[in-house]
């Protein structure tokens, strides 16, 4: 109602209706970044892409920032505060199952989380944010940051001063989600992602003859019981109004039916919220496994790697997002608070500044796009290109306390 009232009184096209516009750009950016997908630190050909689109709009950018990163300004013509957004750029080691006509080009890289519809999102915001800068109070910094899956592009981002000059005051950023169908969003204030940290175990015991077990020290026989006591760490040690998880992913041992294993390999992840529950996590399973191969005989190694910190959302900037997906939806039951115990490196960002990640639904089983993140058949909907698009800007004008339309 309200756009239709702005369009009546003004010549420049109202908000909805130049989002809605923007849907078939949006698609073929999307479909092409999706053609050629690049892993972690190797975004050359994506960069490139993102460069040429915000040079051809006359956005000022920044390109090799940590790498492959690009951090775009949109300087309004009022002035006023600084908000940055975050698009991840990277794609995954998966072979691409789909048989659509934008299929993955490269053979066993896949853009399968949707970072590319994150890229074709922040490039039409910029786009359409340029376009009214005589409408924009402040200033909106686009940062496009390779990466996330891994080993992590935020951290030297920030570290190379992406968040400084313009100092940004807050940070958006959004994450298509398959685990909510589209037209909805998940944003909670608080506790969002977890800390996502693994652990490698190598436990050394002595090999022989299956029939000889009193010459050896068999590690299946180890490994087993430090698997199964693994277990009790959430069950008995963490606060049970706290959210953990303890998961091994890898059991690797011996090599045939009648031979006793000299080595096992255990290998997990942990998940949770809080510090102090990291940190007890981490200090407990070493003693689980210390104790474990003491009682047995055998030694072990062991490695705990911290990755990224979890992700908290500042209430004032969830509420934000809430108020403009209310103003995109038009509804209160599209909006659900999600929360997962996924990692993101979104929270190195977070850490410095506050800011506000969402979940934007983006599955459609009618038309057969809701297969899981990191699925080989992975697709969503791409109608929720526009929906991120709108959202970004409402949040914009909310934060700025000006109107785009
Ligand atoms: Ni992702």
Redesign the pocket.
């Known amino acids: 109602m309200l756009s239709i009232l702005f369009e009546l009184t003004m010549s420049f096209p109202a908000l909805r209706p130049a989002v809605q516009a923007l849907q078939r750009e949006l698609v073929t950016w999307r479909r092409h970044l999706h053609q050629y997908p690049e892993l972690g630190f190797q975004e050359k050909q994506t960069a490139a892409y993102i460069s040429q689109r915000l040079k051809s709009w006359g956005i000022p950018h920044q390109t090799g920032i940590a790498r492959t990163g690009i951090v775009a300004t949109i300087t309004g013509e009022e002035p006023g505060p600084v908000l940055a957004l975050r698009a991840?750029m990277d794609a995954l080691p998966i072979h691409e199952a789909n048989e659509v006509e934008y299929r993955s080009t490269v053979p066993n890289v896949m853009h399968a989380?949707?970072?590319d519809g994150h890229m074709a999102i922040a490039l039409g915001t910029a786009k359409l944010l340029q376009q009214r800068r005589h409408r924009l109070r402040g200033t909106v910094k686009v940062i496009f940051q390779p990466a996330?899956?891994g080993p992590g592009g935020a951290k030297p981002m920030v570290e190379a001063g992406v968040l400084k000059n313009p100092e940004v005051e807050a940070l958006l950023a959004l994450?298509l989600w398959n685990n909510r169908p589209l037209g909805t969003i998940g944003v909670k204030s608080g506790p969002l992602m977890a800390f996502a940290d693994r652990f490698q175990i190598e436990v050394i015991g002595r090999g022989g003859h299956a029939a000889l077990p009193q010459q050896t020290v068999d590690t299946i026989v180890v490994g087993s019981h430090i698997v199964s006591a693994l277990q009790t760490l959430v069950s008995r040690n963490v606060d049970p109004l706290q959210p953990a998880v303890v998961t091994v992913g890898r059991f690797r041992a011996g090599d045939t039916f009648n031979v006793i294993a000299s080595r096992a390999e255990i290998w997990g992840t942990v998940r949770s919220f809080q510090a102090e529950v990291r940190d007890l996590l981490a200090r407990r399973i070493e003693e689980i496994v210390a104790g474990i191969c003491q009682a047995y005989g055998a030694t072990y190694e062991f490695q705990y790697e911290r990755g990224y910190p979890a992700v908290h959302n500042d209430p004032a900037m969830a509420a934000l997002v809430e108020q403009a997906a209310r103003q995109v939806f038009g509804s209160e039951a599209a909006i659900v608070p999600e929360m997962t115990l996924g990692g993101e490196d979104v929270s190195f960002f977070l850490n410095e500044v506050p800011g506000c990640y969402f979940f934007l639904g983006s599955a459609n089983p009618a038309k057969g796009l809701d297969y899981p993140?990191h699925h080989p058949r992975f697709d969503f909907d791409e109608a929720a290109l526009s929906i991120g698009v709108e959202l970004f800007l409402r949040c914009i004008e909310n934060y700025t306390g000006k109107t785009l339309d």
Do not use: I, L, N, Q
């Open positions: 991840d989380c949707g970072h996330e899956e994450h993140h």
